[in-house]
């Protein structure tokens, strides 16, 4: 079993609706990671936490906003998303000090905008 | 910046047989690390094997080992003995190590199916 622990796995949402996805790991990682993965391509970076700070925002539109309450928890808060948003959300996390660098990986999100 | 390149979009493979998965990068970093993740059909990315620039031996962890080759900036994935299970994507990635951007870039992935 993974041991990042995404929620809800499935979405499915209105273009007007607002929704979160939540992530949680208990793992005393201190980086925490939101990648965005379309059908058959690979993930693609959206926002990077390192000591529960927004350290890197890959130019994401502000429609999706991340937040990092603790050390533990991570969420992708969503509103007026578009069709085109539709995809797996996949969350990860890793140590930020001492090691290879390996990223532990939920299971993902995924989403479907209407 | 960096550049992971996959041209393998789909890969056949016999049970039981091995078979070795492509991936060459392009980096300006001095100090860099590979990956290879496999993603089955669930969606979970699942970490298999890591190697580092400096590494002087080519990394292995049970049924996959890691074909580093510095100069030609390839880092290929090996399977041995493959089995049904290993039906999945595979994606090859990379970071940069002295840096504070822990994120990691991926390559476009191969799929592979395992045929019994």
């Known amino acids: 079993d993974t041991e990042v622990t995404q929620t809800p796995k499935h979405l499915v949402m209105g273009m007007t609706n607002k929704k979160s996805l939540k992530c949680e790991q208990h793992?005393?990682?201190?980086?925490m990671y939101w990648y965005k993965q379309k059908a058959k391509k690979p993930p693609e970076l959206m926002f990077v936490?390192?000591?529960?700070?927004?350290?890197i925002n890959e130019s994401v539109p502000s429609r999706f906003s991340p937040e990092c309450p603790n050390s533990s928890l991570l969420n992708l808060h969503l509103h007026a998303l578009q069709p085109e948003d539709s995809a797996l959300y996949l969350c990860?996390?890793?140590?930020?000090?001492?090691?290879?660098?390996?990223?532990?990986f939920g299971e993902g999100s995924r989403l479907t905008v209407l | 910046a960096q550049k992971i390149t996959q041209t393998q979009p789909g890969m056949f493979v016999q049970e039981k047989e091995a078979v070795t998965l492509d991936c060459t990068y392009d980096?300006?970093?001095?100090?860099?690390?590979l990956f290879w993740y496999k993603q089955p059909s669930s969606g979970e990315m699942i970490f298999l094997i890591y190697q580092g620039s400096y590494d002087q031996q080519n990394a292995t962890e049970g049924r996959y080992s890691l074909n580093f080759q510095k100069a030609r900036k390839s880092a290929n994935l090996v399977i041995s003995a493959s089995q049904l299970g290993d039906s999945a994507m595979y994606f090859c990635?990379?970071?940069?190590?002295?840096?504070?951007?822990?994120?990691?870039?991926f390559g476009s992935g191969t799929r592979l199916q395992v045929q019994p």
């Open positions: 936490y390192s000591y529960e700070k927004l350290s």
């Open positions: 990860a996390s890793s140590p930020l000090a001492g090691d290879t660098g390996e990223l532990f």
């Open positions: 990635a990379m970071r940069a190590m002295d840096t504070g951007r822990r994120a990691l870039t």
């Open positions: 793992m005393g990682h201190r980086a």
């Open positions: 980096t300006s970093d001095p100090s860099y690390g």
